[in-house]
């Protein structure tokens, strides 16, 4: 079973990235995927998540307007758009998949999250001028 985030990069403030992520070895339309960013000295902290079948999505309100989240299932893959990047927007960014939409949504839990099913690896982006 694997996640990979990919996408990262340098970016100016204002500027745009798309990350992926992409699933292999288990039943991808099955699981509720959530992107998940961790700034230095931060706390893990969830910002969005799509529902299983793309119908129902979520956003924390630091992203909420600048950032799109959208899912191929055929492709097994979730998107990011993230438009509009700010400073504080640098962080390595994670997708995870669960089967119980609230584990990987905006507000979940230390707790709760550390029962999610599927981590991704990781990928840094970075927002500096």
């Known amino acids: 079973f694997q996640l990979q985030a990919f996408g990262g990069g340098l970016v100016q403030p204002g500027g745009s990235l798309r990350l992926s992520c992409t699933a292999s070895?288990?039943?991808?339309?099955?699981?509720?995927i959530g992107w998940f960013r961790q700034a230095p000295g931060k706390e893990r902290e969830g910002i969005s998540c799509?529902?299983?079948?793309?119908?129902?999505?979520y956003y924390s309100d630091s992203v909420k307007g600048r950032f799109a989240i959208s899912r191929d299932n055929a492709k097994s893959t979730v998107y990011l758009q993230m438009n509009d990047l700010q400073l504080e927007d640098t962080a390595v960014y994670y997708c995870?998949?669960?089967?119980?939409?609230?584990?990987?949504?905006?507000?979940?839990?230390?707790?709760?999250?550390?029962?999610?099913?599927?981590w991704g690896q990781g990928t840094l982006v970075t927002v500096s001028s």
């Open positions: 995870a998949a669960d089967r119980f939409i609230p584990f990987v949504c905006p507000r979940v839990s230390n707790r709760s999250m550390g029962a999610i099913d599927f």
């Open positions: 799509v529902a299983n079948k793309g119908g129902s999505s």
């Open positions: 070895g288990f039943t991808f339309g099955d699981y509720h």
